[in-house]
């Protein structure tokens, strides 16, 4: 018997997660939507403890936060995410500009200025991911 593939059904090849903690739930929401408008694959969370669950269950491929997060020192997180990720690349949002955007901690891996827009947020996931895409279209799923 051979077997056929149903072309009703969508088959999605391998997209970059990324865990996206917050603690301002609406621009959790926002940054949710945004990351999966380009395609990207997002786990979001408001609760560190969950962030940790997250990354030790689905491993992502980045970890995106902000610096606002009330009482968390985003180097910490990082540094227990990438104790249960060891390949997760970390990104902090922030509104103060750290200079080329390099990190001068050793487990965050870029700072990225929350005031540029996200654009230039984008292109900063794009870049760490090796993810560039021409003209960087949604995905769009066959109805």
Do not use: W
């Amino acid at each position: 018997m051979t077997s056929a593939i149903n072309p009703g059904v969508y088959m999605e090849p391998h997209r970059k997660a990324i865990l996206c903690l917050c603690c301002d739930s609406n621009t959790l929401q926002v940054r949710q939507m945004l990351l999966e408008h380009f395609g990207y694959l997002v786990f979001a969370t408001s609760s560190v403890e969950d962030a940790k669950n997250i990354a030790k269950d689905r491993c992502p491929d980045l970890l995106l936060m902000d610096n606002s997060h009330p009482e968390v020192d985003p180097e910490e997180v990082a540094t227990q995410v990438k104790t249960k990720c060891p390949g997760v690349i970390a990104v902090v949002l922030s509104p103060y500009y750290f200079g080329a955007g390099k990190a001068s901690r050793s487990a965050i891996d870029r700072f990225v200025t929350s005031n540029d827009g996200p654009d230039v947020l984008i292109s900063q996931i794009e870049e760490l991911l090796g993810d560039r895409r021409s003209g960087s279209q949604p995905m769009t799923r066959p109805m």
